[in-house]
């Protein structure tokens, strides 16, 4: 086996160095932009001669990411410099799951994307005795009793202003009804 290298799209090839002239294999080494071009490897047998060429080509370096929006959310910027970050945000009605900001990496890839999941509606309700009294006590369970003790519930009481104020993030649940108080 021969291993030859042309830079120049095959119009001269010079021989590189193999440690073994039987073996297939060769190995480039230290891979930058300087080993771009051709590499032929002609076997001879029976004075039958076949070669196989390939075409070595490096990546650009990146020197920036262009950013995704997640399903159902939003990026700003949608591209960025090597170590810059992008934020995300999800559309009205969906949380984020996730981390709100991706940092741009060497290879031009963010390194964290979130997943923006649909917010499910849940009806509140206090048992008349309890409303009666001046007591509020709330409670809710989904129609398919999908909430669990790892269920990430929090109550917020919502101002007048839209604005929210947390009650608790620390619910009680009960396992038997899939209720959370």
Known sequence: MIW??????????????TPNKANL???ITGI???NDG??????????KKMSVVLSVKTAEKATSCKAAAPEHGTVSPEEVEIGGTVSYNCDEDFFMSGEPIGQCQKDGSIDQVPEC????????MTPRAAAKKGKADLWCQTKDAS?????D???Y???EDDSLELITDKPSFKKKSGTIS
């Open 32 to 34: 930058t932009d300087k």
């Open 117 to 124: 999941a649909a917010i499910e509606q849940v009806d509140f």
């Open 38 to 47: 051709l590499y032929k490897c002609e076997a001879r047998k029976n004075y």
């Open 153 to 155: 519930v929090k109550f």
């Open 157 to 159: 009481f919502v101002n």
């Open 4 to 17: 030859s290298y042309s830079s120049d799209d095959g119009v001269t090839w010079t021989e590189l160095d």
């Open 147 to 151: 909430f669990t003790q790892a269920s």
């Open 25 to 27: 294999k060769y190995t």
